[in-house]
């Protein structure tokens, strides 16, 4: 998903990133496995700043949250969701900023190909732990608006939507070897 030429296709043989020499012949780059996994890296990393961005936002307002006075007539189920949401909205801000201390901890070593697998298998993680996240946030924010069914039927129309665009296109795609036009 990352990278078609580089992860995503190691991905697809079961190895662990590691670029084809045949695919490299093909998809118009003269790149040595280095030159592969610096490209590589760069495009984690950008796709980690994107995400971290949206988990930050979304951190920002459930921390706001909870100094607003309407914040004191939640039940007792919205606060323990509330929280569940901020203990999800860390994870996420976690898991997306691990590879980013491995990297620190590798600098120098030589070990781009395991910060690069390690950066994708944690992008994953991380969008996974943020789809929940998201449908959490919509959640409750019906569930105070309006009721839990309100709340039940965005969640699950998000959930489903997230599914649909980030789980079962993308796999359609690849299984075709095909993209976006």
């Known amino acids: 998903m990352v990278d078609a030429e580089g992860i995503a296709h190691g991905a697809r043989n079961g190895a662990s990133g590691d670029p084809d020499p045949a695919e490299s012949a093909h998809d118009g780059r003269h790149e040595t496995p280095s030159e592969r996994y610096d490209r590589n890296w760069i495009e984690v990393l950008q796709e980690l700043r994107v995400l971290q961005t949206g988990t930050q936002i979304l951190t920002g ?3 706001a949250l909870a100094f607003q006075p309407a914040f004191a007539d939640l039940d007792d189920g919205q606060r323990t969701f509330y929280l569940f949401l901020v203990v999800a909205s860390a994870l996420s801000a976690i898991i997306a900023l691990a590879p980013v201390a491995l990297h620190r901890f590798l600098f120098r070593r030589r070990e781009k190909r395991l910060i690069v697998t390690y950066g994708h298998a944690a992008l994953i993680t991380a969008l996974a732990t943020v789809s929940i996240l998201l449908v959490g946030v919509v959640a409750f924010v019906f569930d105070v608006v309006l009721d839990r069914d309100a709340a039940l039927i965005a969640g699950l129309s998000l959930g489903a939507l997230i599914v649909v665009l980030w789980l079962v296109v993308p ?8 993209g976006p036009a």
């Open 61 to 63: 307002f459930l921390l």
């Open 171 to 178: 796999l359609i795609w690849r299984s075709r070897g095909e």
